[in-house]
């Protein structure tokens, strides 16, 4: 997974191994939470990432979506649900970010 980091994350991560650690843990702890399946927490992640427009999370949270088995036409809806929340534009940025990854349009 570390190789798929951006460049400047991975210097971070060798300067405070110790807070990536943690922030891991964190994100295990809240995944383990009763509640949401891991499919269901993929895309609620990526949906949270398309609505605060962060392109880079909209790019791994699309990756991490892809490996574990949603299929492209799901996470492109993702996007698409947007468009009523978010705006025509920010939608339409979030579907590119994923095209990014997927190169399906």
């Known amino acids: 997974m570390k190789e798929e980091l951006p ?9 405070y191994p110790q807070v990536w650690e ?6 295990e702890a809240v995944g383990a939470a009763k509640g949401l399946d891991e499919r269901s927490q993929r ?5 949270i990432a398309v609505g605060a427009g962060r392109q880079g999370a909209v790019h791994s949270h699309a990756r ?3 490996k574990s088995g949603v299929s492209p ?3 492109y ?12 534009s920010g939608a339409i940025a979030a579907l590119s970010w994923i095209d990014d990854e997927l190169k399906q349009l």
């Not at 460049?7 to 300067?15: G, Q, S, Y």
């Not at 943690?22 to 994100?27: D, H, W």
């Not at 895309?43 to 949906?47: E, W, Y």
């Open 43 to 47: 895309l609620v992640k990526l949906g």
């Open 73 to 75: 036409e799901e996470i």
């Open 7 to 15: 460049e400047f994350l991975k210097k971070v991560i060798e300067r």
């Open 77 to 88: 809806h993702v996007a698409l649900l947007a468009i009523t929340t978010i705006g025509w």
């Open 64 to 66: 991490k979506c892809r």
């Open 22 to 27: 943690r922030y891991g843990a964190l994100s």
